[in-house]
């Protein structure tokens, strides 16, 4: 007697009955979708004497791993991995930079990232729970580095008015002074894009702002004051953009990302 079981998924595939007395043969086969297509054959012969597995793996059928995108191999066929490797290699490019720029300010990479946050945005943005929120990291990290920063006499810090167990914080004449210099590690960037059309400009924001807009709906893309989430946006999300606030319609290359007029979805 035969039996045979046939699955997409090996794992999915259910163990023929065992018909007492007998050998029974058990016959699978699992198939990926990656190409090249992978076939494999697994045989199970059983039986009161008799108990052996056979696995044919058929090379070059054999089934492969997930091909990673930072695989020089995957990126030679992978338009997306190339993509993946360009903003990887993009993001390590502007953190070397804010580390040289940090070095030669006398700060950490951290500070200059709070002091540059601190000097543009209003008050109530300004505290420790937020910041930590902002930058994805934990409140007795940015507490330590806001410390350092007032040690050094670049930041001041005001209770809060309403709550005097919150503080805010603002730069001082020497912060303001540091700021000008702080954000320069970003200007090889700003040349660069100077230089690209505007055209090609519009469509590089409106990929990257979908971009992190798909990653802030699976909780990865830290705190965001984008339209997306504002309770001023009407619109469809694709092209249709309207910001009630300041009562007008918006292209897709005006959404913004760090809206000062953001107001949070109740």
Not at 95 to 110: F, I, V
Not at 168 to 184: F, H, I, R, V
Request: hydrophobic fraction near 35%.
């Amino acid at each position: 007697m035969v039996n045979i079981t046939y699955s997409t998924d090996y794992r999915l595939c259910p163990p023929a009955p065992k018909p007492p007395g007998r050998t029974g043969i058990y016959f699978l086969s699992y198939i990926t979708t990656f190409p090249p297509n992978h076939f494999a054959l697994k045989i199970v012969l059983s039986g009161p004497y008799l108990s052996i597995l056979t696995t044919l793996l058929l090379h070059p059928y054999m089934p492969q791993k997930k091909p990673s995108n930072f695989s020089p191999e995957q990126q030679l066929h992978s338009l997306d991995a190339r993509l993946v490797l360009s903003l990887q290699r993009l993001s390590d490019m502007l953190k070397a930079l804010q580390w040289e720029q940090a070095r030669t300010l006398g700060l950490t990479p951290l500070q200059l990232q709070i002091l540059l946050f601190i000097g543009y945005h209003p008050a109530e943005l300004n505290k420790v729970a937020h910041i930590a929120t902002e930058l994805q990291l934990s409140r007795p990290t940015i507490s330590d580095a806001v410390a350092s920063l007032v040690s050094k006499g670049l930041l001041n810090m005001q209770p809060d008015k309403r709550d005097r167990r919150s503080f805010s914080m603002s730069p001082t004449e020497a912060g303001q002074e540091l700021l000008s210099k702080a954000e320069e590690y970003a200007a090889p960037l700003t040349e660069v894009l100077e230089k690209r059309p505007g055209f090609e400009k519009n469509n590089l924001y409106q990929t990257l702002f979908a971009m992190i807009a798909g990653l802030m709906n699976k909780e990865s893309g830290g705190l965001q004051r984008m339209c997306y989430t504002c309770a001023h946006y009407q619109g469809n999300k694709k092209r249709q953009h309207n910001c009630l606030f300041l009562n007008k319609a918006l292209t897709s290359a005006e959404l913004q990302i760090d809206c000062m007029y953001h107001s949070s979805l109740s």
